[in-house]
């Protein structure tokens, strides 16, 4: 390699370098004014109230909760932002604004009140809130439900009711009408099954699977948490029959990728012509409707052959549980009385009544008068979805919601216990006893902080 | 040697080189196309499971693009995206060029430890690191700016560019840095003026790489800026384009496609640039 | 041609005479103060940022830390805890299984890639470049493709392999915890490949011709050559490539988080997603920091070894 000299180096790449730096040194300069410029602005005189949600299945419903807030902030003179992000992360999000103790004012929380519990010593009390909200709205679906430790620490927002979505003319076709129970479903999957149409229900780690396979462990009689909200009760008789009965589900009715699914995968397998009916909200028929999916083969939209009914009974019980999205006020936030004037502003009825026709009834608020917004009745397909919203309880039923019980389900306890027992990995004793010791564990963990 | 005729030797190449070196580019490229072909696909032909994935069949739609540049910050996002890797991707490279000259070249009490504990950062992963920096974060009065992650990102591109410089460093003979220095500069003239120059397909291997890495970053990204505006492109795409149990699938493949692409103009220009400063920096 | 240590730099200017050996030492003497200065900068940014963070990392794992809630000091419980749970046991062995396969179809491809790339003459520059791409596509977006190439109602592989008649149901993927693993590792592969291949051509460039010569005339075939001439001296750059790899692939969280979530049943759950479920799903971050810091220990060693190893390393003329 030739080795040149400091005498060598040529004069102008010296000066070139000069140049170079003093670019660089002014480049940096401008950059340092644009990033400066892209920073949100300090709160001088103005108040400014933040509002951290999640990106809804139907994006006009953030549309008309922006307009909402836009509106309450012009009519108080407030600056306010609203920031959407992705369900997936917020629980990063919470995390870390928790963590610094900063961040937004107003703060989606869930999927799930356990949220309340975990943030307990975060979340500002709600008590006056929720009871100014409740006379007009016909009062809470189900009060009880929705305390943490006695108080209200977040107000219940919305949920999405889960019904059976079913191809009607797949049903005809199989010479099947107006299913109900279970057995119903396990019947018709079978024969769904084999004419390629196989039943979808998600036993894998993710959300529907919870929701579901606790509907079906209620519907038997079983439950994972007592009503004292620390016994656990999944070691059972009526658990070892929602085991067996998912896996005969399993290995009779459906096809064996519902193990992996996630939670837009039964929304696929239905809008694709695949599966006869999946356990799900509306959006798998909005979504088919909006893109306007055909039935594989044919021009007829699938959408006019998709309907909803109630979500099944078993032998002792109906029941179904679903995501509880709830909107809270952190308290280390500057504008708490602020915060609780929006909340009192979204939740009266009209507005209400607005927010839930932008989401097409997707969102359904947990206040009864809501229940019989017209927009249930507007398209056919939707009659059950009231229905749906009254068998409803918390995943923690018949106990409280407690961070344990939440925790219970973030891990995925319940679709893991019944996808080892469906796959045959493990007996019905050992995938209970599995179950059992792991929530044990985290109700242990739970109990020595109190 | 080879009694063989003579287009069967012109052509052997072809089979043994080019051939088996296809796979490859086949294994590397197809997902990128598939992106790229998604990406103009209609929604009814995406989601119609009888309809062949490998091509457009129905009509190529710009629907997704459009949706990408009106309803969505998109182009917001880009220019996020584009500043914050700038920054930090300078930043990292002169503290690691700063920091590279006396790991190579100088002997001081301390070389050997700090060394080593550069290596040390890459052990402890971003999705632990992100809480307790969240607070610092919060503290130094920089969230929800940009700043934020201008100032965080060089935290995983220091030790890179400075290992990267470290050995390319070496490669350059230390006898022209003396006569320099023989001569009367200082140490940091001569970095400036004499290694440097040398240096400079190491330098913009450890740029390109702390602007890929940059780029790509999610995690800090999400945690750290939350105004719509100001996010950077892969936590905007995500935000706006999975919504509950719906995935905007053209959307998302559009938002890849553009996203890709800076980064894949800047390696088509400095590729050569990146080859080499590999072959030093790589091979002390 | 000489092997040297980079030691053998200075002696040979010191023994280049009196006027070196005192430029060297005159060199030497000021060097110190220099030196910090130009650390300084990095070092702090490091401190703060890094340092600080990881120690209190290591106090989550030490603690019974939940988010917002400092908890107290319960020493190496949550470690122990670990040990006995058989999700995380699942997790180590999906962990090593992972890397230890990754690692192993990168290396043996990246090898033979290079070995090519070496030897291409035409198209040069537009098949390094196309064999670079997916290192440098934005992981979040290209992990996204593959979960869209794997899923197994729309699967592209599926479509092909059905249209070829060589099954007759879709393959499931990401359902079935082996496929699920083998799809993860394919798609870490797929990324990390072209760094290996990129690097390694690097260092086979690195090689003087003359030792092939050498070998060639001594009357050594291909095979003997590359196992005899090729392989020890490219050891030190895929000693460093491999520590970088297995640092990274180790920590991989991406891939699995968009592909799998972990699952089916736990089986594909890595540190990095494990921890990141236990820790900020559940909110328990002192179990969360215990399961990433899990490995630190060992890799340290890994680390010092390597450093070691390449520290040492020969260079040539």
């Known amino acids: 390699m030739a080795r040149p000299s400091a005498a060598s180096i040529p004069e102008s790449s010296r000066v070139s370098r000069r140049q170079f730096l003093g670019a660089a040194a002014g480049g940096a300069a401008g950059l340092g004014g644009i990033l400066a410029a892209g920073r949100a602005p300090a709160v001088a005189q103005t108040k400014e109230l933040t509002f951290l949600t999640i990106a809804s299945f139907v994006p006009e419903t953030d549309k008309e909760l922006k307009r909402q807030l836009d509106e ?30 900063s961040g937004h004012d107003l703060t989606a929380l869930g999927a799930g009140l356990g949220d309340a519990d975990l943030y307990f010593d975060h979340l500002v009390d709600l008590n006056d809130v929720a009871a100014d909200v409740a006379p007009k709205n016909g009062g809470w679906l189900n009060e009880n439900d929705y305390l943490i430790r006695g108080k209200w620490k977040l107000l219940p927002w919305w949920m999405p009711p889960f019904p059976m979505a079913v191809r009607t003319d797949l049903l005809e076709q199989i ?169 009192r502003y979204h939740f009266q009825p009209e507005n209400q009544a607005r927010w839930v026709e932008a989401g097409h009834g997707f969102n359904l608020p947990f206040l009864a008068n809501l229940t019989k917004h017209p927009v249930y009745k507007s398209d056919r397909q939707y009659r059950f979805i009231p229905e749906v919203a009254k068998v409803t309880v918390p995943p923690s ?28 990995k493990m007996t019905a004793d050992q995938a209970v006893a599995w179950a059992e010791k792991e929530m044990q564990e985290i109700y242990a963990g739970r109990r020595r902080k109190t | 040697m080879n009694s063989a005729p003579r287009w069967l030797r012109r052509s052997r190449p072809v089979f043994t080189l080019y051939l088996p070196t296809l796979p490859f580019v086949l294994f590397a490229l197809f997902p990128l196309y598939f992106m790229f072909v998604t990406s103009f696909k209609t929604n009814a032909e995406l989601y119609d499971v009888n309809s062949v994935p490998f091509w457009i069949g129905r009509g190529v739609t710009f629907g997704h693009y459009e949706l990408l540049s009106k309803d969505t910050f998109f182009w917001s996002w880009f220019v996020n995206s584009l500043l914050v890797s700038v920054a930090a991707s300078a ?22 430890s700090f060394g080593v504990a550069i290596f040390i950062t890459y052990l402890v992963p971003p999705s632990l690191l992100f809480l307790p920096l969240s607070t610092v974060v919060n503290r130094l009065g920089l969230s929800d700016s940009l700043w934020a992650l201008v100032v965080t990102y060089p935290t995983f591109l220091v030790p890179f560019c400075t ?49 890929t890495l940059s780029w790509n970053e999610f995690l800090y990204a999400l945690v750290f800026v939350s105004p719509a505006e100001l996010k950077t492109l892969t936590v905007g795409v995500f935000s706006e384009l999975i919504r509950g149990d719906i995935y905007y699938w053209g959307g998302l493949m559009a938002g890849a496609c553009i996203g890709s692409f800076p980064i894949v103009i800047a390696y088509v220009f400095f590729l050569d640039y990146y080859v080499s400063g590999l072959t030093a920096g790589a091979v002390k | 041609m000489q092997l040297k240590t980079l030691n ?106 290079a070995l090519l790339l070496f030897r291409i003459t035409r ?45 007759k149901h879709d393959i499931p993927w990401l359902p079935d915890p082996y496929l699920a693993m083998f799809s993860v590792i394919l798609v870490n592969t797929w990324r990390g490949l072209p760094f290996f291949a990129i690097t390694l051509l690097a260092g086979l460039v690195a090689i003087p011709r003359e030792l092939y010569e050498a070998a060639e005339s001594d009357g050594a075939g291909p095979v003997a050559r590359f196992w005899h001439v090729t392989i020890p001296l490219v050891k030190p750059v895929l000693a460093v490539v491999i520590l970088f790899s297995t640092i990274f692939t180790l920590a991989d969280f991406n891939i699995v988080y968009v592909l799998t979530k972990g699952g089916p049943m736990n089986m594909t759950h890595l540190f990095a997603t494990y921890s990141f479920a236990l820790g900020l799903q559940s909110g328990q971050i002192g179990q969360g920091a215990a399961v990433s810091l899990f490995l630190f220990p060992i890799l340290l060693f890994v680390v010092f070894v390597q450093l070691r190893v390449v520290r040492k390393s020969t260079t040539y003329e």
Not at chain 1, 312 to 324: E, I, L, S
Not at chain 2, 91 to 112: Q, T
Request: glycine share 8%; charged share 20%; proline share 5%.
């Open chain 2, 163 to 211: 290992w990267l410089l470290m050995g390319y460093f070496r490669t350059v003979p230390k006898e022209i840095e003396e006569c320099a220095m023989l001569d009367g500069c200082n140490r940091l003239q001569t970095l400036i003026r004499i290694l440097l120059p040398v240096a400079v397909p190491g330098v913009i291997c450890a740029a390109l790489f702390a602007f």
């Open chain 1, 72 to 101: 309450w902030g012009a009519k108080n003179k407030v600056k306010v932002r609203l920031d959407i992000i992705a369900h997936l992360q917020l629980v990063t999000k919470k995390a870390a604004e928790v963590q610094a103790r």
């Open chain 1, 175 to 343: 010479g099947e009408k107006n299913p109900d129970t279970w057995e119903d479903w396990l019947r018709i999957g079978k024969k769904g099954k084999a004419i390629g149409h196989p039943l979808g229900i998600a036993i894998g780690q993710t959300g529907d699977a919870n929701t579901t396979l606790l509907s079906i462990l209620w519907s038997y009689g079983g439950s994972y948490v007592g009503k004292d909200g620390s016994t656990i009760t999944i070691n059972s008789k009526q658990t070892r029959q929602a085991l067996d009965f998912v896996k005969r589900l399993y290995t009779e009715a459906m096809d064996p990728e519902v193990v992996a699914w996630d939670d837009a995968s039964n929304n696929r397998c239905l809008n694709a012509g695949k599966c006869i009916a999946i356990h799900n909200p509306i959006s798998a028929y909005e979504s088919a409707k909006k893109d306007k999916v055909t039935i594989p083969g044919k021009t007829r939209e699938i959408a006019e052959v998709i309907d909803h009914v109630n979500t099944p009974k078993g032998p002792v019980d109906r029941r179904t549980t679903t995501g509880y999205w709830c909107v809270g006020i952190w308290n280390f936030s500057k504008n708490v009385e602020l915060a609780k004037d929006f909340l």
């Open chain 3, 123 to 167: 198209f040069k520059r537009l098949v390094r470049g196309a064999v670079l791409l997916p290192f440098i596509v934005p992981t979040a977006l290209s992990t996204l493709v593959w979960w869209w190439m794997f899923e197994p109602l729309y699967s592209v592989v599926n479509w092909t392999l059905k249209a070829l008649h060589v099954v």
């Open chain 3, 8 to 113: 053998g730099d200075v002696a040979k200017v010191a023994a280049g005479g009196d006027r070196h050996a005192r430029a060297l030492s005159d060199i030497l003497v000021g060097d110190t103060p220099v030196a910090y200065t130009f650390i300084a900068p990095a070092f702090f940014l490091l401190l703060f940022l890094v340092a600080y963070p990881f120690a209190l990392s290591v106090w989550f794992s030490l603690s019974d830390a939940r988010v917002g809630d400092a908890g107290g000091f319960i020493g190496l419980d949550n470690f122990a805890r670990l040990l006995t749970s058989s999700t995380f046991l699942q997790t180590l062995q999906n962990s090593i299984v992972f890397t230890a396969l990754a690692l192993g179809l990168k290396t043996v491809f990246g090898m033979a890639l």
């Open chain 1, 397 to 424: 039923w018949p106990g409280p919601t407690t961070a344990a019980s939440q925790q219970v389900l973030d891990l995925y306890i319940i679709p893991n216990m019944f996808a080892q027992h469906a796959t045959g």
């Open chain 2, 91 to 112: 930043i990292s490279v002169v503290l690691g060029v700063l920091a590279a000259y006396p790991l190579a070249r100088l002997k001081f009490p301390g070389a050997e």
